[in-house]
């Protein structure tokens, strides 16, 4: 078979442990996965309402233009409907961005340890890759800028950034979006948006006036609990959105998972409710991080970054064997960490007593 020579290097991506996958390897009776940031607290009733209403859609195809999510999206946002593009995830419209702008002797820059969908697309693609390290968890934005150059076609920021929950603040990122060529497209990964409780992180959607060369994409996989249906949708000027379009499949988003988005965004109670009690899962492991002196990154996402200080392979399987599953951060770029998505008051407790099993083991062994 004559394959693409780049995808024959790499890997397909990786999702977290299943619950089935390890009942089944383990024997286990009890499992808490917080290991792929999915929303503990479900979803809204007005969720389960709407899809009961739309069970029997199945032989029809979904509205291509997801008209009514379009719609109910613009009147949230204030937006023209024009303005929205939708996508079986964000990770799609990730893709589809990539594929509209990327080809052989363009390049693309990055963070390292950012979300790997965004180097996995540009390799695919035949794109040089310019990925540069980050500070203290944080995006590097001038180093970013100075690898910039005319065959520069994108950029991504991921904001709050995955797997460090770090965040940048509306002013370094107006300064940053006035020193990027107007004819690059920047990128503004916003998948956890709605959990940020930083009051200097700003609205994106009001920086569209000034800057006409950056799209937002956000998802309902996260705080609105619809990680199954797989809704991501992008923000931007038409004539962007327009160019896109080409590129995305037809009938990328279901129908049941359209309805169940139009149902989601009308339930803002429910929203501000998972965000209050994601605030205080994060102060549980805050606490528990002080008093145990392991080292995190403060976190303006659903999940915290913490560093053990050894192989986070093997903290990842002690907790598995024990029925939490977390995401060991090898794969994520901190190879002594552990990423764990904040869950239930009782899933936190029952996952640090877990943690400082490990812990004493650590040291009774050393």
């Known amino acids: 078979m004559k394959w693409k020579e780049q995808l024959l290097q790499l890997t397909p991506y990786q999702p977290g442990r299943s619950i089935d996958e390890v009942r089944r390897q383990f024997g286990l009776d ?19 309402a709407a899809l009961q209403c739309n069970e029997k859609s199945t032989p029809l195809y979904p509205d291509g233009n997801a008209t009514d999510l379009r719609e109910a999206l613009a009147i949230h946002f204030h937006l023209s409907p024009s303005q929205l593009i939708f996508g079986n995830g964000a990770d799609n419209l990730i893709q589809i961005i990539s594929r509209a702008l990327l080809q052989p002797g363009a390049n693309t820059v990055m963070a390292t340890q950012t979300f790997s969908q965004y180097k996995h697309n540009a390799i ?4 040089e890759i310019r990925e540069i ?4 968890g944080q995006h590097d934005l001038d180093g970013m800028l100075k690898a910039m150059d005319e065959n520069t076609a994108l950029i991504w920021v991921c904001n709050p950034n995955n797997p460090t929950g770090t965040y940048i603040s509306e002013n370094r990122l107006k300064s940053f979006l006035n020193k990027v ?16 409780v930083a009051e200097d992180y700003g609205n994106s959607i009001t920086l569209l006036d000034q800057f006409p060369n950056i799209i937002i994409l956000r998802t309902f996989s996260k705080i609105y609990g619809l990680a199954s249906l797989r809704v991501g949708y992008g923000i931007s000027h038409p004539e962007i959105i327009q160019a896109l379009e080409p590129a995305r499949e037809p009938f990328n988003v279901n129908t049941l998972a359209q309805a169940a988005a139009k149902s989601a965004i009308k339930d803002q109670q429910f929203v501000a409710s998972c965000k209050k009690k994601n605030r205080d899962g994060l102060e549980q492991f805050y606490q528990f991080c002080m008093e145990k002196d392991l080292e995190y990154y403060p976190s303006q996402a659903n999940f915290i970054l913490i560093d053990f200080k ?34 239930t008051k009782e ?20």
């Open 124 to 127: 695919l693609d035949g794109a």
């Open 30 to 48: 009890k499992i808490v996965k917080l290991a792929s940031n999915e929303n503990p607290f479900g979803c809204s009733e007005k969720v389960i």
């Open 310 to 343: 050894t192989d986070g392979n093997e903290v990842f399987q002690y907790l598995m064997e024990r029925g939490y599953i977390v995401r060991s951060g090898v794969a994520l770029g901190f190879p002594t960490s552990i990423r764990v998505t904040v869950g």
């Open 347 to 366: 899933q936190n407790e029952g996952l640090m007593k877990a943690m400082s099993q490990y812990l004493t083991e650590k040291v009774v062994v050393s």
């Open 181 to 196: 060529p107007k004819d690059i497209l920047v990128v503004l990964d916003e998948a956890y948006f709605d959990y940020v």
């Open 133 to 136: 390290p980050q500070i203290d």
